[in-house]
């Protein structure tokens, strides 16, 4: 739409003149960055929708600017007073699902960032009180204590009452836990697992949030390469959170990397609050164009009143997405809390070294989930079936992982060994288009729930692989942890390839 307005009435003049900016009663409409002499007008038809930036001239003539209207209609065509053509500016023309895409990946960078630092802090902390291998394995896994709790609870919360609320609150819940830790340690063990079962809590629910939110604002033919962005924020959450952590300790002592860190998600949350809706249904400012984008490629659209839980778990690939969920992440938690561990009594590594040198796996892995996730959507844009799609990624990030972790017995030099383990995790990250985008694939309406319950199984790998490592740390050794790893991925493999599919089986 071409459009050109002449804009006259008294009553501007106060407006202009009162320094008040225009009254916007929803709050769901976007901040209005309005200059000294320029008010911005929204209407609101029944199927559409324009902003208008009016500059108003006041009457005492201090003012020079066009008293015309710039016009913005469906296509963002924009033109001034004068007919000429005026660009648009680029974040008005910047696609809203991906500036709640990119929100939800620095979430999930913060809530890497806040988990891995106990992997550096813990080796000061146990000498510091004298914890032997099975008590650091303790606290390694109280985390996960209470990260199982939320995950098929913050599922059903995301689905029902929306993801920005859930995951909001996950991250103000986690950032204060994250804040506490210091002051837990002091007062003794007990407080400790308790303050990391807290922090557990709050980042339980962030998975299933946001799988709800990017099942309603993602495209199917952009989902791969969304939910691998997102994930990829975990994994330089990872790289952030190892690379800092020793310096900060080594500058501030252990503390300081609890209370810097925490403090972060004020931040986020601000921001969060601000831009983030839930769905698309509940953004007013959301332009045509990308509304219809979205309405056409999303099959998650009304909200969610009752969960059909005996439809769910009669489907075999939802048993095989929990079986491999399981699968994956003993593997990989194993790797992103013991990781440090393992450089540091393995490779004798110091602490600065083995932090920076556990920055290399995680640094892969955002790179290859990355990768991953461009080379499914352009499979599956190119005519590949969703399932046969899922299936590769997945093989691949099961197989992959399973080979470096068998050839770390066979290497003696440390710089072989960690580039074995940055191929395993690069090799890792193809499950982010495999397995993590297939609750959308099957169950869109229901993703939030049905991530929970996978991940819960995911959640439990994590709390018995995360302990066992200590007590086979006690008594056996590093190759025996491995040799657990990789027997799992081969049967996720198994398991993945024979029940997993692409199509949806819950409407």
């Not at 469906?74 to 008005?92: A, C, H, M, Q, R």
């Not at 802090?121 to 291998?133: Q, R, T, V």
């Not at 659209?301 to 009752?306: A, G, I, L, T």
Request: contains cysteine.
């Amino acid at each position: 739409m071409n459009a050109r307005a002449l804009l006259y009435s008294p009553n501007l003049h106060s407006l202009y003149t009162s320094n008040r900016p225009p009254e916007t009663s929803s709050r769901n409409r976007r901040n209005l960055k309005s200059a000294p002499n320029s008010l911005r007008v929204w209407i609101y038809p029944r199927n559409r929708s324009s902003v208008f930036r009016v500059l108003v001239r006041s009457s005492d003539k201090r003012e020079s600017s066009n008293p015309y209207a710039e016009v913005y209609g469906e296509g963002l065509e924009k033109v001034n007073g004068n007919g000429n053509d005026v660009s648009v500016p680029w974040w008005e023309q910047f696609p809203k699902r991906w500036v709640i895409v990119l929100l939800c990946f620095s979430a999930f960078l913060l809530c890497n960032m806040d988990r891995v630092n106990m992997s550096i802090a813990i080796l000061p902390m146990s000498a510091e009180y004298g914890w032997n291998p099975a008590t650091v394995g303790l606290i390694q896994s109280s985390f996960f204590w209470g990260y199982l709790l939320t995950q098929i609870a913050g599922g059903i919360w995301a689905d029902t009452v929306g993801g920005k609320t859930v995951l909001g609150f996950g991250v103000i819940w986690w950032s204060v836990a994250t804040i506490l830790t210091p002051i837990a340690a002091k007062l003794g063990l007990p407080f400790l697992l308790v303050v990391r079962a807290f922090m557990g809590i709050g980042e339980g629910v962030a998975m299933p949030a946001m799988n709800n939110i990017l099942s309603k604002w993602v495209p199917v033919q952009e989902r791969s390469r969304s939910l691998a962005l997102v994930y990829s924020g975990m994994y330089l959450g990872s790289v952030i959170g190892l690379a800092f952590s020793p310096f900060l300790i080594h500058q501030f002592g252990w503390p300081s990397v609890f209370y810097s860190f925490g403090s972060l998600g004020t931040v986020w949350v601000t921001l969060w609050l601000t831009k983030a809706e839930s769905s698309p249904i509940e953004d007013l400012t959301l332009l045509p164009e990308e509304r219809k984008l979205i309405a056409d490629n999303c099959a998650s659209k009304e909200p969610v009143k009752s969960i059909p839980w005996r439809l769910i778990l009669s489907k075999p690939p939802v048993w095989a997405l929990i079986t491999c969920h399981f699968c994956h992440n003993w593997g990989t938690f194993i790797l992103l809390t013991w990781m440090p561990t393992y450089y540091h009594q393995v490779l004798k590594f110091n602490l600065m070294e083995s932090g920076l040198l556990s920055v290399f796996p995680w640094m892969t892995m955002a790179i290859s989930a990355n990768a991953g996730g461009w080379i499914a959507d352009t499979l599956v844009s190119r005519g590949y079936s969703v399932t046969t799609v899922r299936k590769i990624m997945q093989t691949i990030g099961f197989l992959g992982p399973a080979f470096f972790l068998t050839q770390l017995k066979h290497i003696d030099s440390p710089a072989m060994a960690v580039l074995c383990m940055a191929c395993s995790q690069g090799m890792d990250a193809f499950s982010q288009s495999g397995l993590y985008s297939n609750h959308q694939d099957i169950a869109p309406r229901y993703s939030g729930v049905l991530l929970g319950l996978s991940n819960t199984a995911g959640v439990l790998a994590g709390v018995l692989g995360t302990a066992a490592t200590g007590h086979i740390l006690q008594h056996g050794s590093w190759d025996d942890v491995f040799t657990i790893s990789v027997g799992l991925y081969l049967v996720g493999t198994v398991v993945w390839n024979l029940f997993s599919t692409g199509e949806k089986i819950i409407d």
